[in-house]
């Protein structure tokens, strides 16, 4: 009865019941856990991954409605923390308490690729307002997407 | 400090210098390594380690601490390791609050540091045959007049072999090479990939998951639980009941144990249980609202000068009444904590915890073992606030696993996290004071009734204790008569330490209230505050233990705060159409922060702020980006409060749940935040919470000066 994924470019042959939010089949059975856990409703985007390339927030989604597709989760994201946005993140000093991040990396990075070359501050507030973080770090957040707009 | 407290050595073939560092409270006797206290290890692989005895819950005490330390070594930054501690009672005191882990381990560290280097100079001119006092150390290379070099690395056991005569000089102020220096914190590379290891990320062979359904009144017992449609979920092992204990953890709860957290969900989610909820279940915002209104006048003072009563023949007297809700911490990683209790009755807990030695502690009295049989990892925390301060989801793991025989995970969702917090105080408060023909304040009576802290943790207490009234009954301002009175409010609602705890509320109520009576006065808010402070004051205060006598309140530094943020901020210069600026300033966990806020107003009168200047003076500033992500946090926070959270009782229950009903800032919202350090050479002080009392008067006071309005209760609109 199981449910086959892609996740990070692998094949996953998920055990968990059909109707387990996908981030509990990332973080429980897959052991990738840095796709976190938040609000469970989709309101607070800490489950970022992306699915079949769209920024979806696992929290939300069964594993069974996205059989068969590319899951890409933090993890996946670049060998070492080399992506542009990770490297930015790191530039800007961007995390506080840094539970949220993967998250909003994870946004970003979605914005990034569908989205060439220069932004404006319109499109980063259209692709993370859902993507909230207590500590603050707006502002840094706001900075080093355009650093990473400016080299990816 | 003497240095037998201090400085305590250890020599372990492998280890390289090993040197720790303790506390006048907590001295040990120098001697074995497992004597040792909070320490550091110079290995001979040229790698400095310490071991961080705090817990980093953003706040980054994980790039500071080991910077203080390093600085004094004249280590190489890149060599440069730490260590999280786990609860052990050498490391001191281990609890993480208040803003104090720099404070409090700023002298510690720095003498162990520069004791540690003085050991490897002298066990480097030893070995290159040259005078101690003609060696020079940089980027953990000490080198000799002539040329010759030796690493640190290469004469650590050496070095753990020397005696010290006396403790080592630390270095002054201008010899600061690190501290000063914005440094990126150590765990950026382990956060952007995901690596980080919260309290959430733990996974040990065999444990098992649990989701609890916990008592929807506070105080409410278990009648009847029907498990069967619980035990009947795929996955599902077992259901358990959790007593409370006290006020560490006030709730009683039903729990499902899984083999997995969505199991454990599902399975809570199927359980049927009868509470007998108990005397809190008639508590409601009304009622709570009314009980303040009766109690308010009838307070007991907490200080006294002069006498107020002549506020009633004054002049011109101006009165206002301001209110503020309970508030929910809702740091982003949901509560959680593993815990394994073994047969023999030790056991080891794995969370993110501001206070290790507080699980410990009610753990053990849970198992009938001593603290130190109790294991404490201290795992990154997913935001504290405060929240982490209190054991309670610990202590559920531990009730589960002592019960189920295995290692148990217990996860909190959104809503337990919200609708189960020891929540930021509700208050209120009444203020008459009294001005002269000139304008000048000359009498303040400020009672304030509030469901506190103190009074929850111990109820029946009649004395109004002074903390619960910081920021009031010793505010800075000279104003000859002067009284503040504190009235205990009954309630069942948990309540606990919030980002900057009673400063949240009356850093709020005290700039509102000078922002009101310069206006009445006549007169400039910020030049209102300069004429009431008094000039060259420095705060007497007695007690060796008494942190107030260690970092005195001094008048001048806040006075230096408000010039600066007046000069900064474009204060009194024209605006854009239709803007307004706001001013507050407070002092609080020893530092000093002003703010001036520039808001303009929607078409419904809901503020817009559009940026917010800050000056801090935290003492020496040991990392300048560190500080400037604290006040902008620490902004942050309380604009989210001010603007729209609110927690609320209705029928003894909590009527917000997620971020749906108690709405988090996000980006869109975020104001441009710029922050002044003020330069020092005091001892250094916290920054994770003085940046948030000044916030929402700045914001409101500029409100009022669009629209003539004054926001006297919060959440705003």
Redo the contacts between chains.
């Keep these: 009865m199981s449910t086959k994924l892609i996740v990070n470019g692998k094949p996953a042959a998920i055990e968990?019941?059909p109707d387990?939010?996908l981030l509990?089949v990332l973080?429980?059975?897959l052991?990738?856990?840095?796709?976190?856990?938040?609000?469970?409703?989709g309101?607070?985007g800490?489950c970022t991954v992306h699915v079949d390339g769209e920024p979806t927030r696992s929290c939300s989604v069964d594993v069974s409605s996205v059989a068969n597709k590319k899951v890409l989760?933090?993890?996946g994201?670049?060998l070492?923390?080399t992506h542009p946005?990770?490297k930015a993140?790191?530039a800007e000093?961007?995390?506080?308490?840094?539970?949220?991040?993967?998250g909003q990396?994870m946004s970003a990075a979605a914005l990034l690729a569908r989205k060439k070359g220069k932004l404006t501050d319109a499109d980063?507030?259209d692709a993370?307002?859902?993507?909230?973080?207590?500590?603050?770090?707006?502002?840094?957040?706001?900075k080093a997407i355009h650093r990473a707009a400016g080299e990816a | 400090m003497n240095r037998r407290e201090f400085l305590q050595v250890s020599s372990a073939a492998s280890a390289g210098l090993i040197v720790g560092l303790s506390f006048p409270a907590h001295a040990h006797s120098a001697g074995a390594l497992s004597d040792l206290g909070a320490f550091i290890q110079i290995a001979k692989d040229n790698t400095v380690t310490l071991w961080v005895s705090k817990s980093d819950m953003g706040q980054d005490v994980r790039t500071t601490l080991p910077m203080i330390l390093a600085e004094e070594l004249d280590a190489d930054w890149a060599n440069v390791r730490i260590q999280q501690a786990h609860f052990d009672p050498k490391f001191g005191r281990q609890g993480t609050g208040g803003s104090s882990s720099i404070r409090t381990l700023w002298t510690p560290l720095r003498q162990a540091g520069a004791n540690a280097r003085a050991m490897l100079v002298s066990a480097a001119a030893a070995k290159l045959g040259v005078d101690a006092a003609t060696l020079t150390v940089e980027r953990g290379v000490i080198s000799a007049a002539n040329g010759a070099k030796v690493t640190f690395g290469e004469v650590a056991e050496e070095a753990s072999r020397i005696k010290l005569a006396a403790d080592a000089k630390p270095k002054e102020p201008s010899q600061f090479k690190l501290i000063g220096k914005a440094t990126k914190r150590l765990d950026n590379g382990d956060i952007v990939t995901g690596k980080a290891g919260y309290g959430i990320d733990v996974k040990v062979p065999g444990m098992l998951y649990a989701s609890v359904a916990r008592a929807p009144v506070f105080g409410a017992k278990v009648k009847r639980v029907d498990a069967a449609k619980a035990k009947a979920v795929s996955g599902v092992k077992d259901v358990v009941q959790i007593a409370a204990k006290g006020t560490d953890l006030p709730w009683n709860g039903v729990a499902v144990v899984a083999t997995s957290t969505w199991a454990a969900m599902k399975g809570r989610e199927a359980l049927a249980i009868e509470w007998e909820e108990g005397e809190h279940a008639s508590e409601s915002e009304e009622a709570l609202r009314k009980q303040f209104a009766e109690i308010v006048d009838h307070g007991k003072p907490v200080t006294t000068r002069g006498d107020v009563s002549v506020i009633a023949n004054a002049t011109k007297k101006v009165e206002a009444q301001y209110d503020v809700p309970f508030l929910a911490h809702a740091a982003m990683e949901p509560l959680n904590a593993v815990a394994h209790v073994k047969s023999d009755g030790t056991a080891v807990v794995w969370t993110g915890t501001q206070f290790p030695d507080w699980i410990a502690r009610s753990s053990a009295e849970l198992l009938g073992t001593k603290p130190e049989q109790v294991q404490v990892h201290v795992t990154m925390l997913g935001g504290g606030f405060g929240r982490r301060a209190n054991p309670d989801f610990a202590l559920e793991a531990v009730q589960l696993s002592k019960a189920v025989g295995a290692p148990v995970k217990v996860q909190w969702t959104r809503e337990d996290d919200m609708q189960h917090d020891f929540y930021r105080p509700a208050s209120l408060h009444r203020i008459s004071a009294a001005l002269d023909d000139e304008g000048n304040v000359t009498a303040w009576h400020h009672r304030i009734a509030a469901a506190s802290i103190d009074a929850y943790l111990e109820p029946g207490t009649q004395t109004p204790h002074e903390s619960e009234t910081p920021g009031v009954h010793d505010m800075p301002y000279d104003v000859p008569n002067f009284r503040t009175d504190f009235a205990a409010a009954s309630s069942g609602v948990p309540r606990g330490w919030w980002r900057s705890v009673e400063h949240s509320i009356n850093g709020f109520v005290m700039n509102s209230f000078l922002d009101e009576l310069a206006h009445a006065g006549g007169k400039d808010p910020i030049a209102l505050r300069l004429e009431l402070l008094p000039k060259g004051f420095v705060q007497k205060a007695e007690g060796e233990r008494n942190p107030a006598r260690l970092w005195p309140f001094k008048s001048d530094r806040l006075r230096a705060v408000i010039e600066l943020a007046r000069d900064r901020s474009g204060w009194g210069k024209p605006l854009a159409a239709g803007r307004a600026l706001g001013f507050a300033a407070h002092h609080s966990f020893f530092s000093y922060a002003a703010q001036v806020a520039e808001v303009s107003l929607d078409a419904s009168g809901h503020p817009k702020v559009h940026k917010i200047v800050c000056v801090i003076d935290c003492g020496v500033p040991i990392n300048p980006d560190g500080i400037r992500a604290q006040i902008e946090g620490g902004i942050v926070y309380g604009l989210a409060a001010g603007l729209g959270q609110k927690i609320t009782m209705e029928a003894g229950r909590v009527q917000q749940s997620n971020f749906h009903d108690f709405p988090l800032l996000a980006l869109p919202d975020m104001p441009q935040i710029e922050v002044h350090i003020v330069p020092s050479a005091e001892a250094p002080t916290g920054t994770g919470e003085p940046g948030l009392p000044p916030t929402m008067a700045a914001v409101t006071n500029a409100m009022f000066r669009l629209n003539g309005k004054r926001v006297r209760s919060l959440p705003v609109g």
């Design positions: 968990s019941e387990t939010p509990w973080r429980d059975e052991g990738l856990t840095g796709t976190k856990f938040g609000c469970g409703m309101l607070c800490a989760t933090i993890e994201l670049s070492n923390g946005l990770q993140w790191a000093n961007v995390p506080q308490c840094g539970y949220c991040q993967a990396i980063i507030e993370m307002s859902g993507n909230l973080c207590r500590c603050g770090t707006y502002q840094r957040i706001r």
